[in-house]
Every structure is written in structure tokens, then in C-alpha cells.
T-cell receptor
């Protein structure tokens, strides 16, 4: 069964460094999402992406964040200058216009 | 804008017990997700349902669109069912798009 994959599973980085989280959505899906879960809190929406552009973004998704689909298969989330409060699980999801399928997540730890 | 409430927040059960987790939402939707999050943090989609009832093994999910309420039931619970169960609904209603998540119900099944 097709699945969404994410790499790396765990990323440790120092404050101020740039990180790129990678996702491979299910092929033929057209809608892509990034969500975040800070430890002990709810999962929160970050950004949605359709037709090679951002369709919606939350207040969390500020100028430090960017997304792109560099090669038609990968879907990446970049954080330019990480802060301690960016430590969280980051989930990617792809949608076939009916149901969202979640990746296993990347745990980002900023020290 | 949708709001999602889950109850209970924590649930401890003895192996074999029947479990019910409830979810209510404020904006009319066409579909709702039930997700399972394991201690390691990964999310697995259990159900997306738009009406009536769905069953998968010992898991049953029901939804009442008119009452804006859904329940997740686990029959003959087992320690391996211990996880956080999360319901999620489209932020702006309907059936697609950015999801808003409940806080989750932490289930612990004792042998």
C-alpha cells in the first residue's frame, strides 16, 4: 500500500542553523500539508500546498519557514534559522482530494 | 472556524474492556479523521468517515453529522491499544483541507 515517507526520522540541530525536512508524498496526490506538534501539545497546521504554490498558511508559518516541491516528488519544509521553540514533531501529509495520509514524522530537536 | 473537543483526556482500562472516546466539533463537516499516535510520536490514520459507522478489526468509528459528534470504540481492549487517539476535522468545514486536531485521548490498557 502506498505511504507517505519522511526523512530524517530525527534531526538535531543548533539554534540558528538551517534545517530541511523532507517528505515523499504518495504519487498522484495533488495536495500536500505540513503539520507540527510541540511536545505535549496538539498537532497544528502549518501550511498547505497545491499546484506548486502555497494555498494556505497558519500564523506559525512565518518568514523563517518555506516549502517547495523541488523535483516533482519530494516536498520539503525549510526552517532558515532555527529557534529553540521550533523543537517539535513535524508531520507531512498528502491528499488525493478525499483523504489525507500522514507520514511518520520528523522529530526536530534544536539545542 | 472549527473547534474540536475530545473526551476524556486520559483513560485507563483493564484488558478486555470496551473503550469509548468522544469527539465533538463546532462547524458542519463532511468528513472526520481518527488518528492514533504511538509513544514514539508517529501518527497512523485509523479512519476517515463521513457518515454512519466504519469498522476495522476491533475498532469502530461512528459519526452523527447532525449532532456534530463522533465516537471511537475499541472492543476487547488490549495493552497494545495503549496510545493517544486524536480526532481531526477540516478547519473550515467540508471534507478536505487543513485539519484542526483535538488534544487527544491518552489510553492506557493494563493487562
Amino acid at each position: 500500500e502506498p505511504e507517505v515517507t519522511q526523512t530524517p526520522s530525527h534531526q538535531v540541530t543548533q539554534m540558528g542553523q538551517e534545517v530541511i525536512l523532507r517528505c515523499v508524498p504518495i504519487s498522484n496526490h495533488l495536495y500536500f500539508y505540513w503539520y507540527r506538534q510541540i511536545l505535549g501539545q496538539k498537532v497544528e497546521f502549518l501550511v498547505s500546498f497545491y499546484n506548486n504554490e502555497i494555498s494556505e498558511k497558519s500564523e506559525i508559518f512565518d518568514d523563517q519557514f518555506s516549502v517547495e516541491r523541488p523535483d516533482g516528488s519530494n516536498f520539503t519544509l525549510k526552517i532558515r534559522s532555527t529557534k529553540l521553540e521550533d523543537s517539535a514533531m513535524y508531520f507531512c501529509a498528502s491528499e488525493d482530494s478525499y483523504e489525507q495520509y500522514f507520514g511518520p514524522g520528523t522529530r526536530l530537536t534544536v539545542t | 472556524k472549527n473547534e474540536v473537543e475530545q473526551s476524556p483526556q486520559n483513560l485507563t482500562a483493564q484488558e478486555g474492556e470496551f473503550i469509548t472516546i468522544n469527539c465533538s466539533y463546532s462547524v458542519g463537516i463532511s468528513a472526520l479523521h481518527w488518528l492514533q499516535q504511538h509513544p514514539g510520536g508517529g501518527i497512523v490514520s485509523l479512519f476517515m468517515l463521513s457518515s454512519g459507522k466504519k469498522k476495522h478489526g476491533r475498532l469502530i468509528a461512528t459519526i452523527n453529522i447532525q449532532e456534530k459528534h463522533s465516537s471511537l470504540h475499541i472492543t476487547a481492549s488490549h495493552p497494545r491499544d495503549s496510545a493517544v487517539y486524536i480526532c481531526a476535522a477540516p478547519l473550515l468545514g467540508g471534507s478536505q483541507g487543513n485539519l484542526i486536531f483535538g488534544k487527544g485521548t491518552k489510553l492506557s490498557v493494563k493487562p
